[in-house]
Each structure stands twice: as C-alpha cells, then as structure tokens.
T-cell receptor, first 114, second 115 residues
Framework: KNQVEQSPQSLIILEGKNCTLQ??????????LRWYKQDTGRGPVSLTI?????NTKSNGRYTATLDADTKQSSLHITASQLSDSASYIC?????????????FGRGTQLTVWP | EADIYQTPRYLVIGTGKKITLECSQT?????MYWYQQDPGMELHLIHY???????EKGDLSSESTVSRIRTEHFPLTLESARPSHTSQYLC??????????????FGPGTRLTVL
C-alpha cells in the first residue's frame, strides 16, 4: 500500500533554532516528492519539489533532502521565525499515472515560540 | 501567491440544505482538483478535471458533484448536506502541460460545518 508517514506529528521550538522534519514513504513507482507549508486556515503552498535524481534542494531557509534508495526525505528549517509556525506536508507523486497521483502525509505541526 | 480563489471561506448550514462551494482560478490552468481535509489528517482527492466538460471522481468517495463548464471555474455541489460533510474543502489547479513535475496551487479553502 502506498503511504507517506511523517514525524514528528508536532514540534515546538524556540525562535532562531533549527529543526528537521522527517518523511518516509512507500510509494512506488516514484516520480517526485514535494514539501508544502500550510498555514492555519489556508491552502498548502509549495516549498520544494525533488525528482528521483535530486538529493537536495533549498528555498531560502528551507532545505529538503531526498534519499530515494531508503525512501526518506527531510526538511530542514534554519534560524526559525515565528512565521514558520504551520503544518508541513510531505507529498509523493507516483510515476506512470496520467494524473500524477499524489500521496499526502498528515503533516508535522510546527510551532515556533518567541 | 497563486491566483486561485474559493468562496465562501466559512459556511455553517443546517442538515438537508443544498450548497455550492465556488472555486475559480485566473491562471488558465487546465487541471483542477477538489480535496477534503479533516483536522490533523491528510488531504483526500474527491474530484478532478482535466479540462472543460471533463470531471472524474477521486480516491475518496464523496456525495458531492462537480462541473467544469468554463476553464476557470470548478464548483462543488452538495445536494443535501449532512453533519458527516463537515470538513475543510480545498480547491487546487495545475497547468500540467505533460510535464512529470506538475505543481498544484491551492486556494485558501472553505471550512464547512453542517449542524
């Protein structure tokens, strides 16, 4: 069964600290992996997209890594800010589907305290 | 910021009412989607469309229906709302264009509560 598991479920950190969120998946075949940020009461916004051949991708203070062999990804947030408080969702797309089927994780709820 | 809009943002209605959730995008995207999301849970695809007059059911069974008469508009209708329909409904669009990597842009969502 194709699944996307994220950990931790929730995380509280102090402003200025770094943190790393994890994503493990069993989706096969694999096309790409995306990290989305979803603010409370808003729709998800894409942070990074990585294909099979990409190991790392950065977007400002966000750096995503991908190990396609172990089917793991991480999202590292550097020098956290209060505005980073949100749910971070890992989404994996399979290959061979005209729709590009997306499998969503449940997200990690990050809270940044001042 | 994506140009995709949803109305209403919040809706509280009684059981048995007919409702339509509106979604429109100004990016000229062919593909549009409706997702259902409960608190702390993953998004579930309930409907999608590849273009005008094309609609398909998604992975999660839903009693809602959709239509795609215009490229920019993808409304979702519930003929008779029930408390089990209480959820957040997210609309998304993508340009597809045959690429393997196809970013979906999401609207702000409609929070529906059925009493």
């Amino acid at each position: 069964k194709n699944q996307v598991e994220q950990s931790p479920q929730s995380l509280i950190i102090l402003e200025g600290k770094n943190c790393t969120l994890q994503c493990n998946y069993t989706v096969s075949p694999f096309s790409n992996l995306r990290w989305y940020k979803q603010d409370t009461g808003r729709g998800p916004v894409s942070l990074t997209i990585m294909t099979f051949s990409e190991n790392t991708k950065s977007n400002g203070r966000y750096t995503a890594t991908l190990d396609a062999d172990t089917k793991q990804s991480s999202l590292h947030i550097t020098a956290s800010q209060l505005s980073d408080s949100a749910s971070y969702i890992c989404v994996v797309s399979d290959r061979g589907s005209t729709l590009g089927r997306l499998y969503f994780g449940r997200g990690t709820q990050l809270t940044v305290w001042p | 910021e994506a140009d995709i809009y949803q109305t209403p943002r919040y809706l509280v209605i009684g059981t048995g009412k007919k409702i339509t959730l509106e979604c429109s995008q100004t990016m000229g995207h062919d593909k549009m989607y409706w997702y259902q999301q409960d608190p702390g849970m993953e998004l579930h695809l309930i409907h999608y469309s590849y273009g005008v007059n094309s609609t398909e059911k998604g992975d999660l069974s839903s009693e809602s229906t959709v239509s795609r008469i215009r490229t920019e508009h993808f409304p979702l209708t519930l003929e008779s709302a029930r408390p089990s329909h209480t959820s957040q409904y997210l609309c998304a669009s993508s340009d597809g264009a045959g690429r393997s990597v196809d970013t979906q842009y999401f609207g702000p969502g409609t929070r529906l509560t059925v009493l």
